[in-house]
């Protein structure tokens, strides 16, 4: 009975995100669905959807329903995160076709002067403040999910994700540009390295002065509601 009601709690945690990676995959593929699209699908979400399971199963977390909905917010937060920043790379490009230019006419599409996006280009406020925002509820979750306290530690994980994901466009999209006369379009951006760091500290400040007093007061009224019935 106990397996059965674990197995239950983690479908239902993670029943909205998978829901989402299903839309997902209908939106980008469904007029077009072939053996070759099929490989670059399980491809692109293999790895986000194998998070998920790896998290739900095997991070031990208090059985708590606020914790549980925070989780199952956070899986989903997560896809789209992967989903607006890297999603869908071409890998049936690489995997299927012929190069259609040289391997030296590559390109490489980055920008490593601080402030230059921010500044200089012509971008707009829109671009910034989701930039600004996008890795703001990372910096909620880390210490609400993983108990990482330490703002050092907070800060080096969403440095980490967010230079991973500027690295995987980068990457893909200089691949890419060999492929496609058309390639998958992202950039390695320093300002993006700048604001999304900045927006996740601003979580952490979130988290310290609203979310965790307000988990807080959420558990004590909820231990004073269940002794209540007893």
Do not use: C
């Amino acid at each position: 009975m106990g397996k059965t009601t674990s197995i239950m709690k983690i479908f239902l945690l993670l029943l909205p995100s998978l829901y989402f990676v299903y839309k997902g995959i209908y939106d980008n593929y469904s007029d077009r669905l072939s053996i070759q699209y099929a490989i670059e699908i399980f491809i692109n979400i293999a790895p986000v959807t194998t998070f998920f399971i790896l998290d739900a199963t095997l991070v031990n977390r208090q059985n708590r329903w606020f914790l549980s909905f925070a989780q199952s917010s956070f899986y989903v937060y997560v896809y789209f995160l992967v989903n607006y920043t890297i999603l869908y790379i071409p890998f049936s490009h690489f995997l299927f076709q012929s190069p259609i230019y040289d391997f030296k006419q590559m390109q490489l599409n980055f920008n490593l002067v601080p402030f230059h996006t921010i500044f200089v280009e012509n971008t707009t406020m829109l671009h910034l403040v989701g930039n600004f925002v996008l890795l703001l509820p990372l910096g909620i979750y880390i210490p609400l999910l993983y108990n990482i306290k330490e703002i050092s530690k907070i800060t080096k994980w969403i440095f980490l994700v967010t230079l991973g994901i500027e690295i995987i466009q980068l990457l893909f999209s200089s691949i890419d540009s060999i492929y496609n006369e058309f390639p998958y379009r992202k950039a390695f951006d320093i300002d993006d390295l700048l604001l999304n760091t900045l927006g996740g500290l601003i979580g952490v400040g979130l988290y310290k002065f609203l979310v965790s007093p307000l988990h807080s007061i959420l558990n004590t009224k909820f231990k004073a509601f269940n002794k209540s019935l007893t």
